[in-house]
């Protein structure tokens, strides 16, 4: 039997006493993790080798966070939070809006911050694209699983990873009740109090593209 492959981390954080605790601290608890200082540099080493999850500072020289995890996202349905040592709700909802699937504020408990890793890693495998070509269809909604893309009417319905998650597991539970416990669990990994606006994916699939 293979050994189980640790998840490898992308983190990407320009102070350097918190990446290196950070690493230290991934590492001890069985994460492969490769570090930048910059987004340039971010990016360079995403496209060098993609990992399994990004963990990206805000604030960064060169292109900041947000910009990065757009451009990760061009690319790749990963796992990515942010960290900011700001907590104001503007820079959450940018973040989540160019694709985040969560926002930890620093300073950070380092026990939070890898829950919240796991969490979405769990979510990641939850839905991860099986063996050979998947496409659902309901009504004139088709979403081609393995492409990550979404149509209506032959029309493209642009999601966010989040809101593709979401449109997925209702796809793939027809039929079926889900309360929002259940897709606080399965969409995003951890039970979460607050407006999970699991609401969103529907709307958005049932807009007509203009």
């Known amino acids: 039997m293979e050994a189980a492959t640790s998840p490898h981390v992308l983190f ?7 990446r290196e605790v950070t690493r230290l601290a991934l590492e001890r608890d069985g994460f492969e ?6 987004g340039p540099a971010g990016l360079e080493a995403f496209l060098a080798r993609p990992p399994d999850v990004a963990l990206l500072d805000v604030m960064l ?9 757009r451009r990760i996202r061009s690319e790749s349905l990963i796992p990515v939070i942010m960290l900011s040592a700001r907590d104001d709700a ?10 985040a699937d969560d926002y930890v504020t ?24 099986a063996p050979g070509p998947r496409t659902l269809r309901f009504g004139d909604v088709e979403i081609d699983v393995d492409g990550v893309e979404v149509s209506r ?25 889900l309360s929002r ?23 958005s699939a049932s807009r007509s593209p203009r």
């Open 90 to 99: 503007v820079d959450v909802v940018v973040g989540l809006e160019a694709g």
């Open 106 to 129: 620093k300073p950070f408990d380092g026990s939070v911050l890898l829950a919240r890793l796991r969490a979405v890693l769990r979510r990641s495998t939850r839905h991860g694209a």
């Open 153 to 177: 009417g032959g029309r493209p319905v642009a999601l966010t990873p989040t809101e593709m998650r979401l449109l997925l597991h209702f796809a793939e539970s027809p039929g079926t009740v």
């Open 33 to 38: 993790v490769t570090t930048a200082a910059d």
């Open 12 to 18: 990407v954080e320009d102070d350097e006493v918190i």
């Open 181 to 203: 416990d259940m897709l606080l669990e399965s969409v995003w990994g951890y039970a979460s109090g607050g407006d999970s606006r699991v609401a969103c994916a529907g709307r």
């Open 61 to 69: 020289p060169g292109m900041n966070g947000v910009s990065l995890c």
